[in-house]
């Protein structure tokens, strides 16, 4: 209390309203931090493998050792209806014998933006990627390509709104540009589009229409061309186990020369109990390729993991790869795997592989691969 008596509150509007705004600036201040979350993860694997033919040659098989150290980091937040998300990974390679594999250091970069609506969501995915030209062209179009770099940049945007209880409408456009450091293939671009229409009949039964079009640049030379997709399909639940996805449809290529097709795909996801899961996916597609245009091929793809613990864990993994190019060749992959946590963030992996090819104007080759991994994951390591 004042010497000469009670104080007398201003009554002046800067004296209240000071206060109030600071205090609602305070408010949102304090709201906003506390609505951004954010999320760290943290990766690392140190792998080990002996391939007894790196070349994929059928006159000469030569072993060699690979070593290689991937680390990632990745970033989450989220802030009310709007999340991004950010991930960098480096691959560090070197081999017994560098003229068959060369050493690489590879980065990985992968930016993502999205936003929901009360029907409806909005994302934005940018990313760069590197990687070993012969393993990638080898697992995408089945070519035994010189050991240099592939290149790959993209940027994507998808679009969705729900237009009633039942039935769903999705949009996507993008653009991916691929070039190459070493070998003779053939830089490009492709832009994308298409279009979803998906309509609930039932909790287990949703019908879907899809038409995508898509067209091939060649940075140099080369020919362009389109390619055009409508698929109808219908995504099955027959129960908490059972997942099917079926879709049929044509293919039209516009080129030098116009080629047309059917296409489709069968994917089947089945969890035969707690422990054990089943996935198979058979499909004839159109993609893209550096070996110029667009490339017809038919996939299947099989996966069986089974769980023996909390800590130990089994699978086995089939691929086959048929190309309609005459440059490219079929691939067969059959590899078994086994991994077994060591705490909650160190884990241990054993694999084999064996690997073929035949086509595309060379000889049947194959080989094996035995790999030894150790992992380490942390899923919020700032938090330690």
């Given at each position: 209390?004042?010497?000469?008596?009670?104080?007398?509150?201003?009554?002046?509007?800067?004296?209240?309203?000071?206060?109030?705004?600071?205090?609602?600036?305070?408010?949102?201040?304090?709201?906003?931090?506390?609505?951004?979350?954010?999320?760290?993860?943290?990766?690392?694997?140190?792998?080990?493998?002996?391939?007894?033919?790196?070349?994929?040659?059928?006159?000469?098989?030569?072993?060699?050792?690979?070593?290689?150290?991937?680390?990632?980091?990745?970033?989450?937040?989220?802030?009310?209806?709007?999340?991004?998300?950010?991930?960098?990974?480096?691959?560090?390679?070197?081999?017994?014998?560098?003229?068959?594999?060369?050493?690489?250091?590879?980065?990985?970069?992968?930016?993502?933006?999205?936003?929901?609506?009360?029907?409806?969501?909005?994302?934005?995915?940018?990313?760069?990627?590197?990687?070993?030209t012969r393993v990638a062209e080898l697992q995408d179009s089945g070519l035994v390509a010189a050991d240099g770099s592939r290149i790959d940049q993209s940027l994507a945007a998808n679009w969705s709104r729900a237009l009633s209880d039942r039935r769903n409408l999705s949009l996507n456009l993008g653009h991916v540009g691929v070039s190459y450091r070493g070998g003779t293939l053939t830089d490009y671009a492709t832009l994308s589009a298409g279009a979803t229409l998906r309509q609930a009949w039932s909790e287990r039964s949703e019908p879907y229409l899809r038409f995508s079009a898509s067209h091939y640049a060649p940075e140099t030379t080369g020919n362009s061309s389109d390619s055009f997709d409508l698929l109808a399909g219908v995504k099955l639940t027959g129960?908490?186990?059972?997942?099917?996805?079926?879709?049929?449809?044509?293919?039209?290529?516009?080129?030098?020369?116009?080629?047309?097709?059917?296409?489709?795909?069968?994917?089947?996801?089945?969890?035969?109990?707690?422990?054990?899961?089943?996935?198979?996916?058979?499909?004839?597609?159109?993609?893209?390729?550096?070996?110029?245009?667009?490339?017809?091929?038919?996939?299947?793809?099989?996966?069986?993991?089974?769980?023996?613990?909390?800590?130990?864990?089994?699978?086995?993994?089939?691929?086959?790869?048929?190309?309609?190019?005459?440059?490219?060749?079929?691939?067969?992959?059959?590899?078994?795997?086994?991994?077994?946590?060591?705490?909650?963030?160190?884990?241990?992996?054993?694999?084999?592989?064996?690997?073929?090819?035949?086509?595309?104007?060379?000889?049947?080759?194959?080989?094996?691969?035995?790999?030894?991994?150790?992992?380490?994951?942390?899923?919020?390591?700032?938090?330690?």
């Open positions: 209390m004042s010497r000469y008596g009670p104080a007398t509150p201003c009554s002046c509007p800067e004296a209240m309203h000071a206060p109030t705004l600071a205090g609602v600036l305070g408010m949102l201040l304090s709201v906003s931090v506390q609505a951004d979350r954010f999320e760290h993860a943290l990766a690392a694997t140190l792998n080990t493998e002996y391939d007894s033919n790196a070349a994929m040659s059928a006159a000469s098989s030569d072993a060699i050792w690979r070593v290689s150290l991937t680390p990632s980091y990745s970033l989450l937040r989220t802030s009310g209806a709007d999340s991004w998300n950010a991930r960098l990974g480096l691959s560090l390679e070197r081999s017994s014998d560098p003229e068959l594999s060369i050493g690489r250091e590879d980065p990985t970069l992968t930016l993502n933006w999205s936003r929901q609506f009360p029907a409806g969501s909005f994302g934005i995915t940018a990313s760069h990627v590197e990687a070993s129960s908490y186990r059972l997942n099917l996805d079926l879709a049929g449809g044509w293919n039209l290529t516009e080129a030098q020369t116009s080629r047309s097709g059917w296409q489709g795909s069968l994917k089947l996801n089945y969890a035969m109990d707690e422990r054990a899961s089943f996935v198979f996916d058979l499909s004839r597609s159109v993609a893209s390729s550096g070996v110029g245009g667009f490339v017809e091929s038919d996939q299947l793809n099989a996966s069986w993991t089974q769980a023996l613990s909390e800590r130990q864990t089994i699978g086995a993994n089939l691929t086959w790869r048929a190309s309609q190019s005459a440059t490219t060749g079929d691939t067969r992959t059959f590899n078994l795997w086994s991994s077994r946590a060591l705490d909650d963030f160190w884990s241990l992996r054993f694999s084999y592989l064996y690997k073929q090819r035949e086509g595309g104007g060379l000889p049947e080759a194959s080989g094996h691969v035995l790999g030894l991994a150790l992992s380490y994951s942390h899923p919020d390591f700032l938090d330690l």
